[in-house]
């Protein structure tokens, strides 16, 4: 019979794999956005050829998983209707001290559910946004690690004295 400190301890140690699985570690990749600020992912995203005319932008995969970010505008939508969309959770919340808001959902897009994290780091809602993060997978377990990713971030000093 397990006594109640034995259970706590199995129950610790069944956690651990996916506390280490979702927090930024040295073997991250920390990638630098020209200059603008820096960011980790996970091991095994490789960035594709994906640019912008009108901003900056990068794009990255690992598998079907896909990230991005997009500098100064925001991909987010008021979804009215349009898509099927559930479990939609929006939070506020502040990165590298800054007004930002995280929103989950999951929907179908061809035929399979996608779970899906974006980040704004300003308003989006009025149309001001320093920097919007998304990213999209088939697992729902992605979504915590893009909230990892978007809490790694740290704008560069150049661009907070210009704010």
Not at 3 to 23: E, G, I, R, V, W
Not at 82 to 100: F, H, K, S, V
Request: proline share 2%; hydrophobic share 35%.
């Amino acid at each position: 019979m397990l006594t109640k400190l034995n259970t706590m301890l199995l129950f610790l140690l069944c956690l651990a794999p996916l506390h280490a699985q979702t927090q930024p570690t040295s073997k991250w990749q920390k990638i630098n956005a020209d200059g603008l600020f820096t960011f980790r992912l996970p091991q095994g995203f490789k960035k594709t050829g994906m640019t912008g005319v009108e901003n900056y932008l990068g794009e990255y995969f690992k598998g079907e998983t896909r990230f991005l970010f997009v500098w100064s505008d925001s991909g987010s939508d008021e979804y009215d209707g349009q898509l099927q969309i559930e479990n939609y959770r929006e939070t506020e919340t502040r990165i590298d001290g800054r007004r930002a808001s995280i929103r989950t959902f999951s929907l179908i897009r061809d035929g399979a559910r996608r779970y899906r994290a974006e980040l704004n780091v300003g308003d989006w809602r009025k149309g001001k946004v320093e920097l919007y993060m998304d990213m999209e997978s088939k697992e729902r377990a992605d979504l915590a690690i893009a909230k990892q990713i978007f809490k790694s971030i740290i704008f560069s000093n150049a661009v907070a004295d210009a704010s």
